[in-house]
């Protein structure tokens, strides 16, 4: 990107800081002549200001996927169709409830069963369970800025890294090449 486009960007987003605040606060019973309402307005910029700094000097985005996986992917889901994609899950089994104390703050915690029944694709990592992301905006981590899913295998004893933090590469290739050969059995 050029000096002078990267100057209009950097001025646009810093000149959004205080609308996007006002935006945010607009729905909440927001005074802004108020003494809290000028400093909620404050706290809520101040997020806003380094939430914009850190996007602003963060590196741009770059692919990291096999882009060749995605037709055998798309074929599979479209198979499936909406309906197929989006299953209504079993009822949550419970394994029990437990009090839990956060300060003042008195809540249960439940743990639970559940069979999320998705793509047979999947299978073929044979995990135990499946973590599925979705991130909006880069406040949350999105890289590629267009609505996507991260599907995960999760295994006990191996934690997944952070979001938006790359993997082992290798791991990665060999995943995607497993998946593909799946759905290439289906297809």
């Not at 050029?2 to 000149?15: F, M, N, T, V």
Request: charged share 20%; aromatic share 6%; glycine share 10%.
């Amino acid at each position: 990107m050029d000096l002078r486009r990267r100057g209009a960007l950097i001025a646009r987003e810093l000149g959004s800081v205080l609308p996007r605040s006002a935006r945010a606060l607009a729905g909440e019973n927001w005074s802004p002549t108020s003494g809290s309402g000028l400093r909620r307005l404050g706290e809520v910029a101040l997020d806003e200001l380094v939430l914009t700094g850190m996007t602003l000097t963060a590196p741009p985005p770059t692919v990291h996927s096999d882009l060749g996986a995605y037709p055998h992917i798309a074929a599979e889901l479209g198979a499936l169709g909406t309906a197929g994609c989006y299953r209504d899950p079993e009822p949550l089994r419970s394994t029990g409830t437990r009090l839990r104390n956060a300060g003042r703050l008195t809540f249960e915690q439940i743990r639970y069963v559940h069979d999320p029944r998705l793509p047979e694709a999947l299978a073929a990592f044979g995990a135990p369970g499946v973590k599925i992301e979705q991130y909006n905006e880069a406040a949350a981590g999105q890289t590629v800025f267009h609505l996507h899913y991260h599907v995960l295998p999760c295994w006990e004893n191996l934690p997944l890294g952070p979001a938006g933090r790359m993997g082992d590469m290798e791991r990665i290739k060999a995943d995607a090449a497993l998946l593909a050969a799946e759905l290439a059995k289906d297809g």
